[in-house]
């Protein structure tokens, strides 16, 4: 039989099928010593799932209770360890908030909610709420731990109703009942209202539901949850039309603008978003995409011509060497010009020389000034660095994310 080195022989590479064919007092008593690189320790807390030698569990609690173990170790453990209800009155100390290892926090809430703890049951709702998925995940399990454990209803009932994620786990709770969810769809907390029309399921009832809803934005996020559920646009269309085409105004923002930004930002936009943003790019005609090889040659060859002596452009990814966006870049002299993927959009990352933003207009492209480039998009939140809000035309046309 292979050594556990050999079966994991580098950080990511591990073959699970060949731990689990090592004796689980071997696996364990390797787990428990921290001297161990914790990229092998972590595939053998796997591997002992469904199979804890009983007397290694002190151990290997104790390697829980270590702040100083890691914690991708830690939080596997508490897993593998959620039936072990001697953990509780540990974990539900107030010490626990005073660990600030790297997901510790959702880790402690979710092995709460897993042994049954309802007094974890807020704290588990607002991580279910959250947009990082890796705290979602935590308040799911804790969640789902103690509605196996007691029920749905008793769970709700120790919510209640006055919180926004309070209001979301009823939804999901509804939906997997069977139950009708398009009731919240006119929910204040639009968290809430896109969590209902994600999750609706009946396309009579939602249509129904267009003439009961009492708001605009309830109608809207019913036409959006109706469409998602048939994909029909000529439908989507007509019930947009019969609702007069809301959408957000954005005062400066022409019809070129918003087209570009809309088509590419509309429907992945953030939970927080105006719906009628979502609508919008669901009924709007959107805009031809450009040619981009064909537009960075166009851009060169005019700059060339001005005599401003161009380099190769580089898209934004490469510029900023990972990740990537809605721009390349041409550097002219110590000048930095930005040619929007989105569109016929070019700007200057500073500034740049008359010269350069009169030969890229003659080219057939718009240069985007301060003015412009600052309006912000009202209520269309876009992830960008860890925030979820509205952004700069500049931001949305110029866009780079590692």
């Known amino acids: 039989m292979q050594s556990i080195e050999a079966l994991i022989p580098q950080a990511g590479f591990d073959d699970s099928a060949g731990l689990r064919e090592v004796g689980a007092e071997e696996i364990a008593r390797y787990v428990a010593d921290a001297g161990h690189p914790w990229w092998r320790r972590r595939p053998c807390v796997i591997a002992l799932t469904g199979r804890v030698p009983e007397r290694y569990v002190p151990e290997l609690i104790s390697c829980v209770q270590d702040p100083q173990d890691t914690p991708e170790v830690r939080s596997a453990l508490l897993d593998l360890l959620a039936d072990r209800v001697e953990l509780l009155p540990w974990l539900r100390h107030e010490d626990r908030a005073s660990d600030t290892s790297y997901g510790m926090g959702e880790a402690f809430l979710k092995a709460r909610g897993l042994l049954g703890d309802r007094s974890?049951?807020?704290?588990?709702a607002t991580l279910a709420a959250s947009p990082w998925r890796s705290a979602r995940d935590a308040g799911d399990a804790?969640?789902?731990?103690?509605?196996?454990?007691?029920?749905?209803?008793?769970?709700?009932?120790?919510?209640?109703?006055?919180?926004?994620?309070?209001?979301?786990?009823?939804?999901?709770?509804?939906?997997?009942?069977?139950?009708?969810?398009?009731?919240?769809?006119?929910?204040?907390?639009?968290?809430?209202?896109?969590?209902?029309?994600?999750?609706?399921?009946?396309?009579?009832?939602?249509?129904?539901?267009?003439?009961?809803?009492?708001?605009?934005?309830?109608?809207?996020?019913?036409?959006?949850?109706?469409?998602?559920?048939?994909?029909?646009?000529?439908?989507?269309?007509?019930?947009?039309?019969?609702?007069?085409?809301?959408?957000?105004?954005?005062?400066?923002?022409?019809?070129?603008?918003?087209?570009?930004?809309?088509?590419?930002?509309?429907?992945?936009?953030?939970?927080?978003?105006?719906?009628?943003?979502?609508?919008?790019?669901?009924?709007?005609?959107?805009?031809?995409?450009?040619?981009?090889?064909?537009?960075?040659?166009?851009?060169?060859?005019?700059?060339?011509e001005a005599g401003l002596a161009p380099r190769p452009p580089v898209s934004c990814g490469e510029d900023n060497q990972q990740g990537d966006g809605t721009y390349h870049v041409i550097e002219v002299g110590g000048d930095r010009l930005l040619i929007s993927t989105l569109g016929p959009f070019a700007t200057a990352e500073e500034s740049a020389p008359d010269a350069a933003w009169r030969a890229l207009e003659s080219a057939g492209f718009r240069w985007i000034d301060g003015e412009t480039g600052a309006i912000r998009v009202t209520d269309l939140c876009v992830y960008y660095f860890g925030g979820r809000n509205p952004l700069t035309v500049d931001a949305l046309l110029f866009y780079w994310q590692d």
């Open 120 to 124: 974890a049951a807020r704290e588990l």
């Open 142 to 304: 804790g969640l789902d731990g103690l509605v196996d454990r007691y029920g749905a209803d008793a769970v709700l009932a120790e919510l209640g109703e006055d919180r926004p994620e309070d209001r979301e786990f009823r939804v999901w709770m509804r939906y997997r009942a069977d139950e009708d969810v398009t009731y919240a769809l006119v929910d204040p907390d639009r968290r809430v209202a896109y969590a209902a029309q994600s999750l609706a399921t009946d396309a009579d009832r939602l249509r129904a539901y267009l003439d009961e809803a009492p708001t605009t934005e309830a109608k809207v996020w019913a036409a959006y949850a109706l469409y998602g559920l048939t994909e029909d646009r000529a439908e989507a269309r007509a019930v947009y039309d019969r609702l007069g085409r809301p959408r957000v105004e954005v005062a400066g923002l022409d019809d070129e603008l918003r087209g570009a930004i809309v088509h590419e930002y509309g429907p992945g936009c953030e939970r927080l978003s105006d719906p009628r943003w979502r609508i919008e790019a669901v009924c709007g005609e959107p805009p031809a995409r450009p040619d981009v090889d064909d537009q960075l040659r166009r851009a060169t060859s005019a700059l060339t």
